[in-house]
């Protein structure tokens, strides 16, 4: 008998330690999974978040093209026929060749029309349609030459390898 009751509580013992082991591994899997269900739930907020930030950084890319072409427009179209117009006026006038004033209209003509002529680049600058057709080098070059009339800086640029833009 006393063999059977310890044949009986090893089988009870060993039944028991299966079981605690069963038991174990399954909150084990539990837990994993609620882990693994809860990172894959972040990823998803961190995606939206990240998401959300992409389409307002589009949106304020967006209305800042389009705030430039409405800004290149004004100067192209209103500014660019004043400045016109005032250089087609001072032409018109009938001054004597000695005069200094004469000379005063040339100069200012003159300064009008560097005027235009920078109006017309910077208008076409703000475009991004025009960095689109010309390129971005080209673009690039552009405002170079822009920042180097003003001679605060000194600029060199270099394009090495083929171009795709």
């Not at 009870?12 to 994993?32: D, R």
């Not at 209305?63 to 016109?84: A, M, V, Y």
């Amino acid at each position: 008998m006393s063999g059977t009751i310890s044949q009986g509580v090893i089988i009870f013992i060993i039944g028991s330690i299966s079981l605690i082991l069963v038991m174990t591994v399954f909150v084990a899997l539990i837990i994993y999974k609620y882990q693994e269900r809860q990172n894959n739930y972040y990823k998803a907020i961190e995606t939206l978040r990240i998401n959300y930030q992409n389409s307002l950084l589009q949106s304020q890319i967006e209305i800042q093209e389009q705030t430039f072409q409405n800004i290149s427009r004004e100067i192209h179209d209103n500014i660019g026929q004043k400045l016109t117009l005032a250089k087609l006026l001072l032409n018109t006038l009938n001054l004597p060749e000695e005069s200094k004033i004469k000379s005063n209209v040339t100069d200012s003509v003159n300064i009008i029309s560097e005027s235009i002529t920078e109006l017309r680049d910077i208008s076409r600058s703000m475009s991004s349609a025009a960095i689109l057709g010309n390129g971005l080098i080209k673009a690039l070059e552009t405002e170079i030459t822009q920042l180097k009339k003003l001679k605060i800086f000194e600029i060199s640029f270099v394009v090495s390898g083929n171009t795709i833009f």
